[in-house]
């Protein structure tokens, strides 16, 4: 069996937007699934190679703190049809020698509201206890790059803007320890 | 005639202006306020709807106008005490009682209520002044 990861449920996730009124922060409340990231090594690329290991977050349990923009960016996303948001991890530099606080590159698809989307990524690795580790980074995305429209009331003159900041802490431990 | 419909058109475009110089205003020094458009009760914008948004100083205008050629006799005084006495009266027939309905029924705070009818009769106010100046 390939070597794997799992998700440890303290790992975070919030997105930060703005609107033409002012900025929100949407965090997830409760990151509940025991995912699990299988990879190989590629040693001619010098890079883990990743099968079918994804990252699923529930959109039902994003909270902004502002209850009208929380429904809204459910709405937007689309949660009723695609409750997940799934990060697909397709590659990551090699972390054997990596050193804290170094940062690795990585590839992951990103499917929200049935699109997916590829995206080139950059974490920042620091080592914990007993072979834990953590992943940190962010990614600037679009609602577009989804064919979503980001919500706008009074024919537009108040509205969502495009952008949203993807902020992320993934926890993580070797399988089976 | 031609004093009517320019009337209509001319309050129509300001009033127009005026909403939109509003809502940046309220934007600006209200936002809370303004964040509750984003409630579910508000329609999200379409190219359907929207118009109905850009039109709507000119059916005020419009129906301002009707009601001013019906009764203006009765509004004596400058142009400003007349456009005021518009403004008072638009404001308690109209506004009041469809607000009152508005806020029984619909999920939305005082505080926004309070500024529809303060923008209603803002806009009866204006459109009272150009009648008064275009067509007395």
């Known amino acids: 069996m390939s070597p794997a990861w799992v998700v440890e449920s303290g790992s975070q996730l919030n997105i930060e937007g703005s609107s033409n009124i002012n900025r929100f922060t949407c965090h997830i409340r409760q990151y509940l699934q025991a995912d699990t990231l299988r990879w190989v090594r590629d040693d001619r690329l010098k890079k883990l190679i990743f099968r079918n290991s994804a990252v699923n977050i529930d959109i039902n349990q994003f909270d902004c703190h502002q209850k009208y923009i929380t429904s809204d960016l459910r709405k937007t996303l689309r949660a009723d049809k695609y409750p997940q948001l799934r990060i697909h991890f397709l590659s990551m530099d090699d972390l054997t020698w990596v050193q804290e606080g170094q940062k690795v590159r990585g590839q992951v698809n990103i499917e929200l509201a049935g699109q997916i989307k590829r995206y080139d990524m950059e974490y920042t690795v620091i080592h914990g206890q007993g072979n834990r580790f953590r992943l940190c980074g962010s990614k600037q995305i679009l609602f577009s790059d989804f064919n979503l429209v980001p919500p706008g009331k009074l024919a537009g003159l108040v509205r969502i803007n495009q952008e949203i900041k993807v902020n992320f802490e993934l926890h993580f431990r070797p399988y089976g320890s | ?136």
């Open chain 2, 1 to 136: 005639m031609k004093k009517i419909i320019l009337s209509v058109l001319v309050a129509g475009a300001v009033l127009l202006v005026m909403s939109l110089l509003l809502i940046f205003v309220e934007i600006k020094f209200f936002p809370g306020l303004v964040e509750e458009y984003f409630s579910p009760v508000f329609r999200w914008s379409d190219t359907s709807t929207d118009w109905l948004f850009y039109t709507h100083p000119f059916v005020v205008s419009l129906a301002l106008k009707w009601f001013w050629e019906r009764y203006k006799d009765l509004f004596k005084g400058g142009d400003l005490l007349r456009a005021f006495e518009v403004a008072l009266v638009y404001g308690i027939i109209a506004m009041v009682p469809v607000l009152w309905v508005t806020y029984s029924a619909i999920d939305i705070s005082l505080g926004m209520v309070l500024t529809w009818l303060a923008y209603g009769i803002l806009q009866a106010f204006v459109a009272g002044y150009i009648f008064s100046k275009i067509n007395p």
